[in-house]
């Protein structure tokens, strides 16, 4: 498998898959509003069209019931030290009951879900997965926790 | 009287092909004079005015599955090229090249229509040693949802000659199914048809095409009676006056 | 039920009356299109589409995809009684924003997840609003993870959606600026939620919460401000103000309730920014300009504090706060408006600084023309202000606090002003060890002249108090550390060069006299050191009499015919040597007093004999 690098978050890409990474212009660079971007990247079994939400809008629309999409995301590194990142337990094995039609940042009928947070390499996480249906969920979770196993988080790159 | 109208229908025949000759050959000058006048890639190998065929008869080339590269936005991509549910066309464009820039103003005004859904097209830019995204951005501006991806890697995997030029790459195993040039979409689906067998591709196309061209029309027509978007005459309306979808 | 759906619609009709009223025209159903529909960000975004799928207008205020099906969670607005907020049993679980909003004049519009807290029973359903917003209610199990990062998650559901222009980290301080785009919620909105290109006090309104938030529901059309300045509308707790050249503010109770007749050209000015937390989270601060003062920057501060009720600070008064640290710094709290000097010329304002909701100590700022801008604070300005404030022989403060070097020693000078000019000047020091104690006149002069606290007197212990003799003023004085028989004492003064340091046992002598015969009158003299016969010898003359204090005669208080009759012989260096008593009066009437080498005897009506 190809592995693919954003950021120092680096995973290995089944075969027929796609990843798209998101690296802001500067580490951490503030944009105009004020806020701060940090890197995230999408892993799918079907095309990833450009223009995509962070959480996989534009993408979970398409994904039919044998498609995946899989994102990690960064927080700020002070998140690292907060409630919500205290897990070091980075997701790896996902079982096919963790999933459910509720966890999902939009509920489209059929999909499946599951949303984890945690802390790698001194960065805060955040690990989301859309099954399509069932049948991806039988089908392709074998290579989502492929992915994950796979996954290695470069020591802290962005800094704020 | 037959024999009359057999020869006007001749002379209109003749005068036809004449026309059809001088717009032809006039088209090939306009674009030596355009590809001339283009001062900043004089080396460049820009495309001849009529398409090449693609490698009917040869053995497919295989073994490119993905294409990894940035988009000018500055994101990092990695497409599959197989196995997917589509096929894909790489467009491989430049900035710089004159006969690539009504391709891009062409995908600006008319897409998706120009491609049918059964192919996914990716514009494929040299690397950024090669090219300014900001230039890539600028020109792939308006132009929807189509994959834009700067990857001097992929010019080297298609041993790609110069620009434009297109790929067309099967879905199951990363078969190159075609490649060529052309200077424009229609030509390039012509390309894509002949490609993959399949004329009804064209046909399609060329349908939505026209669909495409008559939806415009009535926009502009709209636009310019003063009727805009949100006039009460667009709605159905009932008794009451409320608009109703 | 039927109270939540009338609220809803109570909202929405408030939206569409001010945005209508803000734009100014007549109301129409094209301009109620125009204004309250999604017909403007569709215009904006996606014209041709727009122009070619025609929509309802009731459908079109919700924007897109608002049906229960459509997989996205209801606006707040919608659910919870018109307030764009966080319902109760919710807390903010994330942001998100979609950048060049048409809602937010081409800024991004932010959108602000409430997801359910851990005990709450939401339960998915579709929104029952008699709105078009149907979308669903607490169904998403997600968060977007940049709010409330010290809460873990718990997986509860999105109950609903807050929308605002203004930054989440602006809106809710538990919101990271971690940022998230999702444009496709760019269309999405609600009757409840104001409509594209709305006026921006209208934006500011929602932002706040609406109706439910702190503006309440709005009374009356908005008004232009008078000069020109811009536009405002008043509301049920405040107004907000749209004043071109300082932005949209709005002022909200309990501030408004204090400053509302003061705001515009001819008071505070206009608000400069929202009103601000405290940091000790016990009230709000806000601060307002006023383009007429011909300055740039703050005119003026309100701060309302629980305890200690609103007040404004401006002028010279709030630039030297803000120089001390505002609230944070060793004032404090305002506890008073700022106010003009007795004489007009100059301004003040008092302050508490508190601990656990309770004042610790006050003080105070005053700012004049002829003194500067200066602040006292606990027991200085207690002190002060016992003696009389401003109108007391002190003055106004001349420095902020100075420390003295030792531990809670602290001194500020003061200055009695006339018009622009100083008449005189004063102290007030306070030690743990002395207490807290004011001087001023000339004794202030003389004990500045001396060296202040570094010179022999010290610090002072008393106030300035009139002699026992009502001749003249004093003031006593101890050193900080290590007191001697030279140290401490007073400064004696009968006005202008008459002003004098006692030191040590040579004010215990004269204080002794000022208690008992009063021979030795008022100073007129500084001590005069020297050695006679290798002794050493202090002495200091009085109107009436001297002290001569010697090893061989301690603190002897001399007076009368025998003291002419002992400077006619020569004093210390004469035949008679130093005293060795001071001046008794024998049961004969006579006096006398000893000496190292003979005796004085005055007969009273006759002359001197030395024995």
Not at chain 1, 112 to 118: A, C, D, K, S, Y
Not at chain 2, 133 to 155: K, R, T, Y
Not at chain 3, 154 to 175: E, I
Not at chain 3, 417 to 445: K, M, N, Y
Request: hydrophobic share 40%; net charge neutral; charged share 20%.
């Amino acid at each position: 498998m190809r592995t693919f690098d954003t950021a120092g978050i680096v995973v290995p890409v089944p075969p027929g898959w796609e990843a798209r990474g998101v690296v802001p212009p500067a580490p951490a660079a503030r944009l105009p509003d004020g806020s701060v971007a940090y890197p995230y990247v999408h892993l799918a079994n079907v095309a990833l069209p450009p223009g995509r939400a962070p959480y996989g809008g534009g993408v979970v629309e398409h994904l039919g019931p044998e498609g995946v999409l899989l994102a990690l995301l960064e927080f700020a590194p002070g998140s690292a030290r907060t409630a919500l990142f205290t897990s070091h337990d980075a997701p790896r094995r996902l079982r096919p009951t963790e999933f459910s039609g509720a966890q999902l940042q939009r509920t489209l009928r059929g999909q499946l879900g599951l949303q984890r947070f945690f802390q790698l390499g001194g960065r805060a996480l955040c690990c989301y997965v859309v099954m399509g249906g069932p049948p991806a969920l039988r089908h392709a979770l074998g290579d989502v926790n492929r992915v994950l196993t796979g996954l290695r988080v470069h020591e802290v790159v962005t800094s704020r | 009287m037959i024999w009359l109208v057999a020869l006007e229908a001749a002379a209109i025949g003749v005068l036809t092909l004449v026309v059809v000759a001088l717009a032809h050959s006039y088209a090939g000058l306009a674009a030596r004079v355009e590809e001339t006048a283009s001062p900043r890639h004089p080396a460049h190998v820009d495309a001849p005015h009529a398409m090449i065929p693609p490698h009917r008869g040869d053995e497919p080339t295989t073994g490119v599955r993905d294409l990894l590269g940035a988009t000018p936005a500055g994101e990092r991509v990695l497409l599959s090229l197989a196995p997917t549910s589509r096929d894909t066309l790489l467009a491989f464009l430049t900035t710089s090249c004159a006969s690539c820039r009504g391709l891009w103003d062409e995908l600006t005004l008319a897409h998706p229509s120009v491609i049918p859904p059964e192919v996914r097209l990716v514009i494929v830019s040299k690397g950024e040693d090669r090219e300014s995204p900001s230039q890539v951005a600028a020109l792939a501006d308006g132009i929807g949802d189509v994959d834009v991806v700067m990857s001097s890697e992929a010019w080297a995997d298609f041993d790609v000659p110069g620009s434009p030029y297109f790929v067309l790459v099967g879905r199951e195993r990363g078969d190159v199914l075609g490649q060529g040039t052309a200077r424009t979409w229609d030509q390039v689906m012509g390309l894509i048809g002949v490609a993959a067998g399949d004329e009804r591709v064209a046909a399609r196309t060329r349908k939505s095409r026209r669909d495409r061209r008559q939806e415009l029309d009535v926009d502009r027509v709209l636009l310019e009676a003063g009727v805009r978007p949100g006039d009460a005459s667009l709605y159905p309306v009932t008794d009451d006056g409320a608009a109703r979808a | 039920m039927s109270h939540r759906r009338d609220a809803a619609r109570a909202t929405d009709r408030w939206v569409r009356r001010l945005s209508g009223a803000l734009g100014g025209g007549t109301w129409s159903r094209r301009s109620f299109l125009a204004r309250t529909s999604i017909v403007g960000s569709a215009v904006a975004m996606d014209l041709k589409a727009f122009a070619l799928k025609p929509v309802s207008a009731y459908d079109a205020v919700c924007g897109t995809m608002s049906a229960c099906g459509d997989a996205f969670t209801a606006f707040c607005c919608t659910i919870n009684h018109g307030a764009n907020l966080c319902p109760e049993t919710t807390y903010v679980g994330g942001w998100w924003k979609a950048d060049r909003s048409v809602f937010c004049h081409g800024a991004p519009r932010y959108y602000v997840d409430c997801n359910g807290t851990a005990d709450a029973h939401w339960g998915c359903h579709c929104s029952e609003s008699p709105t078009c917003d149907r979308r669903k209610v607490a169904c998403n199990v997600f968060r977007y993870g940049n709010c409330n990062l010290q809460i873990a998650n718990h997986g509860t559901a999105v109950v609903c959606r807050v929308v605002t222009c203004t930054p989440p980290w602006q809106w809710d301080p538990t919101c990271t600026e971690t940022s998230f785009s999702d444009e496709v919620t760019g269309t999405q909105t609600a009757p409840c939620l104001p409509p594209p290109y709305a006026s921006p006090i209208l934006v500011k309104w929602s932002d706040g919460g609406g109706a439910g938030g702190a503006l309440g529901p709005p009374r009356g059309e908005p008004r232009s401000l008078t000069d020109g300045d811009g536009t405002w509308a008043r509301f049920e707790h405040g107004a907000v103000y749209d004043v071109h050249w300082l932005g949209v503010y709005a002022v909200t109770d309990p501030i408004w309730a204090v400053v509302r007749p003061r705001i515009g050209r001819d008071g505070i000015g206009f608000p400069a920014g929202d009103a601000t937390r405290l940091r000790a989270d016990d009230g709000w601060s806000q601060a307002f300009a006023n383009r007429s003062s011909g300055q740039q920057g703050v005119d003026a501060e309100a701060v309302a504090v629980r305890p200690l009720g609103t007040h404004v600070v401006t002028g010279a008064v709030l630039s030297k706060w803000h120089a001390l640290g505002a609230q944070a710094g060793l004032l404090g709290y305002p506890t008073s408006d700022t106010v003009p000097t007795a004489d007009g010329l100059g301004t003040q304002g008092e302050f508490a600084k508190l601990h656990h909701g309770a004042v610790r100590y006050r003080g105070a700022i005053v700012a004049h023309p002829a003194t500067g801008a200066h602040a006292l604070c606990g027991r200085i300005y207690e002190k002060w202000r016992a003696l009389g404030g401003e109108q007391g022989p002190l003055g106004l403060p001349a420095s902020d606090r100075l420390g003295l070097g030792a531990r809670h020693a602290y001194r500020n000078d003061f200055a009695l002003p006339s018009g622009a000019r100083v008449t005189s000047r004063g102290a007030i020091v306070a030690t743990d060890e002395l207490g807290t104690w004011g001087v001023w006149g000339f004794i202030h002069a003389r004990w500045v002249a001396d060296g202040a606290q570094h010179g022999p007197l010290g610090c002072p212990n008393s106030d300035v108090v009139a002699t026992p003799d009502g001749n003249g003023t004093y003031a006593t004085f101890h050193p900080l550390v290590a007191a001697t028989a030279t140290t401490g004492g007073a400064i004696v003064s009968a006005g202008g060069p008459g002003t004098w340091p006692l030191l040590g046992s040579l004010f215990a002598t004269w204080l002794a006299d000022q208690h008992g015969p009063r021979v030795l009158g008022m100073p007129i003299g500084p001590e005069v050191d020297k050695s006679v016969g290798g002794l050493a010898l202090r002495t200091q003359p009085f109107s009436s009499g001297a002290v001569y204090d010697s090893p061989v005669g301690p603190s002897c208080v001399l007076y009368g015919a025998i003291l002419q009759q002992y400077a006619a012989d020569g004093g210390p260096t004469g035949s008679l040597g130093l005293p060795t008593s001071s001046v008794v009066v024998l049961p004969s009437g006579n006096e006398r007093a000893t000496f190292q080498f003979g005796t004085l005897t005055a007969t009273p009506g006759g002359g001197v004999t030395r024995t």
